[in-house]
RNA sequence: CGGGGUGUAGCGCAGCCUGGCUAGCGCGCUACCUUGGGGUGGUAGAGGUCGCGUGUUCGAAUCACGUCACUCCGACCA
């Protein structure tokens, strides 16, 4: 039962949690076989999750943290649908775009729609026409409801599901002043919600991807299991997503092998390793070639990235710069064809393809690199002469790397995604024709922002972040009860008694609690109580009849023994 | 999307290679007894279209082909 504060109480023996000593042999991380063990969600397909009674609660803990503070903002909650008519994908032009993340499907009249992986173009539609001057700016709506995208590859539980539910925020701004400032607010709201939630969380600089726009930030909790990869500084506050990281640029202490730029004979010479060891040059001073095939909407390219030696290509970096829809890794047969010789390519009097090369590289001398030729390299090579918009951004920053703020070494450590903002700019409301009348008269497109958290990812996140080898560690902010009354033998029914009245004197008091009446062994329950993991238990077992019963704390399973009599104040105050 | 694996009781699995008794085991479940501070012990039970389809065969959980689902590694992923 739900009382009116917003927290349950509930007997066990009518709450509907199947737990199981036995996890899904395909659960391989924590939250995914607690929350499966302990009865809170229960997979119906592949990346498909049903929540049950107790996996319910926390959602919507977790959720009215969520919803308190963006209203608290001035935002405010709508619901827009999920299915969504595929002429408004077609207008802002992603529905070529998104891929096949994007579930399309046709009605009985054979319409098109989608099921909304996101909604941008449903909330201009929304706006546009109806919002038509600056004088009703700025305007942030919001909604927290099911999304769905079908992944090529669902797994880790909650953490990546098909169906899952997000709080998705939409602003709109008369200009791009304006739009930084709400993008702001909403970086200090996450910081409060997540801080709120318990987490431990960077907000870190990302990359956009299909959403667009310029500034992108990301709040990743720090987790062993995460699935992104995030530098950060060891000294000063930047953090970034590695797709996004940026770095002072590398240097080295070896001496370069000057040279005047000649052409060698390199028999079979084909990696970094083979050429500088040849040369007796450090890896520094090489150009590694990474070729890869852009596809675009209607066309496939073979596209040649251009790294130090002793860097790696930023797959996400080097998508961005060549504006494809993806990039798949190219043939043997596919170099061949454009003329490329493999394990011979170089910058130098390439024309063959289109290609680009890492910003660092500019104006770098004594370079070795690919001749375009079988069995040549040349050496002495100086970067000049390359027109500007081939130099992009594209090496991965790499743990050891120096911070571009302050200089200090990175490190690189795991993370997972649980709110991204957006800065969008003009991008959507350009695409779908939303204008609105400035202070001169004049049409403008909307400027707009996009806030998103991964409401459901988060039941997940709260015990990938918080948990033992025996199960959950809810926090109070989030738990479905706050204690479980364990009566240790429900036929003593001096324990019975005594557990049904501080139960009842509990609930009086509006806290949330479980009593434990089920007729189990002491051991079956006490092993259900570290598996479902709530902040605190009470144990009324044998010492009862001395005057005594134990209070348990779950994340250190430290007991303390205190007087039955004291046990009730004791208790209101842990839990309030 | 590329490469593997699995599908037999609610869950976890054996049986399949080498076709043939009535398809088993552990956990869970039901009833009774027992026990009552760490998943107690016992007795008796219930529960299965062997994923689906076609084929081979006297005979298919077992072999072949097809199909669907689930899943693992990788790629991908607001």
Redesign the pocket.
């Known amino acids: 039962m739900r009382i009116p504060n917003g927290s349950e109480v509930m007997k066990f023996s009518k709450l509907y949690a199947p737990?199981?000593?036995?996890a899904?042999?395909?659960?391989?991380l924590p939250s995914h076989q607690f929350l499966v063990?302990g009865g809170f969600i229960s997979?119906v397909?592949?990346?498909?999750y049903n929540f049950l009674p107790m996996g319910k609660i926390v959602f919507d803990k977790i959720k009215d943290v969520v919803k308190q503070e963006m209203d608290e903002t001035g935002a405010q909650e709508i619901q827009m649908d999920v299915v969504t008519p595929a002429d408004l994908w077609k207008e802002s032009g992603r529905y070529d775009v998104f891929?096949?993340?994007l579930c399309r499907f046709k009605d009985r009249k054979e319409n098109e729609f989608v099921l909304g992986?996101?909604h941008e173009e449903v909330v201009v539609d929304i706006v546009r026409n109806r919002i038509n001057s600056y004088k009703q700016l700025p305007l942030h709506l919001y909604q927290i409801t099911t999304?769905f995208?079908d992944?090529?590859?669902?797994?880790?539980g909650l953490l990546?599901c098909r169906e899952?539910t997000?709080k998705?925020g939409y602003s709109f701004h008369e200009d791009e002043v304006c739009m930084k400032k709400e993008f702001d607010v909403m970086e200090k709201t996450y910081t409060k919600i997540f801080t709120k939630l318990g987490l431990d969380f960077r907000a870190v600089d990302?990359?956009?991807?299909?959403?667009g726009g310029s500034g992108?930030k990301?709040f990743m909790v720090l987790a062993q299991n995460g699935?992104?990869d995030i530098v950060v500084c060891q000294s000063c506050s930047y953090a970034a997503n590695v797709e996004a990281a940026k770095r002072a640029p590398k240097t080295t202490s070896v001496e370069a092998p000057v040279a005047s730029f000649s052409k060698f004979k390199t028999p079979d010479m084909k990696t970094i390793a083979d050429v500088c060891h040849f040369f007796k040059a450090d890896a520094f001073y090489s150009i590694k070639a990474v070729v890869k095939k852009a596809i675009y909407v209607d066309k496939e390219e073979v596209i040649v990235f251009f790294v130090r030696g002793n860097d790696e290509l930023q797959?996400?970096k080097a998508?961005n710069a060549c504006g494809a829809l993806?990039?798949?890794?190219a043939s043997a047969e596919e170099l061949e064809k454009v003329g490329l010789k493999a394990g011979f390519i170089g910058p130098v009097g390439l024309e063959c393809v289109k290609f680009y090369i890492d910003l660092e590289l500019k104006e770098a001398k004594n370079l070795i690199c690919g001749a375009n030729e079988v069995d040549y390299h040349y050496v002495g090579v100086e970067m000049f002469n390359f027109k500007e918009e081939r130099y992009a951004d594209l090496a991965s920053v790499q743990a050891g790397d120096c911070c571009g703020c302050c200089g200090a070494s990175m490190y690189v450590t795991k993370g997972i995604?649980v709110g991204?903002i957006?800065q969008l700019g003009q991008k959507y409301a350009k695409a779908m024709g939303a204008t609105f009348l400035d202070k001169n008269g004049k049409a403008q497109p909307f400027y707009m922002g996009c806030y998103?958290i991964?409401v459901s990812r988060l039941v997940a996140v709260m015990i990938e972040a918080s948990h033992d080898e025996?199960g959950c560690v809810w926090n109070k902010q989030t738990a479905p009860y706050l204690l479980d009354i364990i009566v240790?033998?429900?036929?003593?029914e001096a324990q019975s008694a005594y557990a049904e009245e501080i139960y009842t004197a509990l609930k009086k008091e509006r806290l949330s609690v479980l009593l434990d009446d089920r007729?189990?062994?002491?051991?079956?329950?006490?092993?259900?109580?570290?598996?479902i993991g709530l902040p605190y238990a009470l144990?009324?077992?044998?010492?009862?009849e001395e005057g005594f019963?134990?209070i348990?704390e779950r994340k250190t399973?430290e007991?303390s023994i205190v007087k039955k009599e004291d046990a009730f104040s004791k208790l209101k105050e842990l839990l309030s």
């Open positions: 737990t199981t000593k036995d899904p042999k395909d659960a391989t063990r997979q397909g592949s990346g498909l891929g096949k993340e992986p996101t999304k995208r992944e090529a590859r669902p797994r880790f990546r899952f997000m998705d990302a990359d956009s991807g299909a959403i992108s990301e699935e992104d797959e996400v998508l993806d990039l798949a890794d995604e991204h957006f998103g991964g025996k240790s033998n429900v036929k003593d007729n189990e062994r002491f051991g079956f329950k006490m092993k259900d109580y570290e598996l144990i009324v077992g044998k010492e009862l019963v134990e348990v399973l007991k």
